[in-house]
């Protein structure tokens, strides 16, 4: 039980994760960036082949930061800046056009579907009390969850550039009369949410393995995660994405796989129907 526990909440950070992505740029642009996950599948590919070449762990770090920026700046000027303020949520059409070209490259430059990460830390297995083993990348992948997810939320919570996010989130026109530059603010947190997302690779691969089509599957999960949690919501996400990945481990091991998804879209429904801004989201009061 101890083991599929742990396994539960290893995927689950990973859900959270892409989560967490999700909301940096909509607190910034109001745009979710659904390319977000292809971002990190990219990663991937890019760790497994850097670490083929014989770079160090430390090196391709800052490499994959670097394409991370470079890669989410171009997608803000072509994907979102030209569809800001029309109000007709566009950009989920341009971002999910990125992440089909960013699958694209993988394709034309991969010669595998299936690529094994390499873990930067040991590669044994540990063993858990009661029996049952464990990789240490799932232990990693869940304190590097929470530190980012709290770190998010301190940042939009506590600091001025974060509150600064929020209010131009809340009344841009406001905003701006107070001297803030949200096309700024927007421009930044995207080129940092692309170096998180790519950075994230060497700590997710290792679990999931670099494999093209597990990008839709974590941009979905993300999603229904950030709409549990609330939208905004960077404590939501966390708490969402681990209890998600723990009902998924469970209803593999007590029922069978492939009841997963079915009972994951089943607490997604009953969560719009009930709390439609989600269990963390602010109830709104709308004037018509």
């Not at 060497?202 to 670099?210: L, R, S, V, W």
């Not at 998804?261 to 969560?271: D, E």
Request: proline residues 4%; aromatic residues 10%; charged residues 10%.
């Amino acid at each position: 039980m101890l083991v599929t526990l742990i396994s539960g909440l290893a995927i689950g950070a990973i859900y959270s994760l892409v989560a967490v992505g999700y909301n940096l740029t909509w607190l910034t642009s109001k745009a979710v960036n659904f390319a977000y996950a292809a971002f990190i599948v990219t990663g991937m590919f890019l760790t497994a082949w850097m670490y083929s070449l014989g770079i160090p762990f430390p090196v391709i770090f800052l490499i994959l930061i670097a394409i991370g920026a470079i890669v989410a700046f171009i997608e803000y000027i072509t994907a979102i800046l030209p569809l800001q303020n029309r109000g007709d949520h566009a950009e989920l059409v341009t971002t999910v056009g990125v992440t089909t070209v960013l699958q694209g490259l993988i394709f034309f430059f991969s010669p595998d579907d299936v690529v094994r990460v390499p873990f930067f830390g040991p590669e044994g297995l540990i063993d858990l009390p009661g029996g049952g083993r464990i990789a240490p990348a799932e232990l990693v992948i869940i304190v590097i969850a929470v530190v980012v997810a709290l770190g998010a939320h301190f940042w939009s919570t506590k600091t001025r550039s974060g509150l600064a996010a929020l209010a131009q989130s809340e009344d841009r026109d406001a905003a701006l009369i107070l001297g803030v530059r949200p096309g700024r603010i927007a421009a930044v947190m995207f080129v940092l949410s692309g170096s998180l997302g790519f950075v994230l690779a060497p700590f997710i691969g290792p679990i999931t393995f670099a494999i093209v089509a597990i990008a839709i599957t974590l941009s979905i999960k993300g999603f229904v995660v950030l709409a549990i949690g609330g939208i905004g919501s960077q404590l939501g996400a966390l708490i969402a994405g681990l209890s998600l990945g723990v009902v998924e481990s469970l209803v593999i091991t007590v029922a069978s796989a492939s009841y997963q998804n079915l009972v994951v879209y089943l607490i997604f429904i009953a969560t719009l129907l009930l709390r439609p801004q989600g269990i963390f989201g602010a109830r709104k009061e709308r004037t018509v």
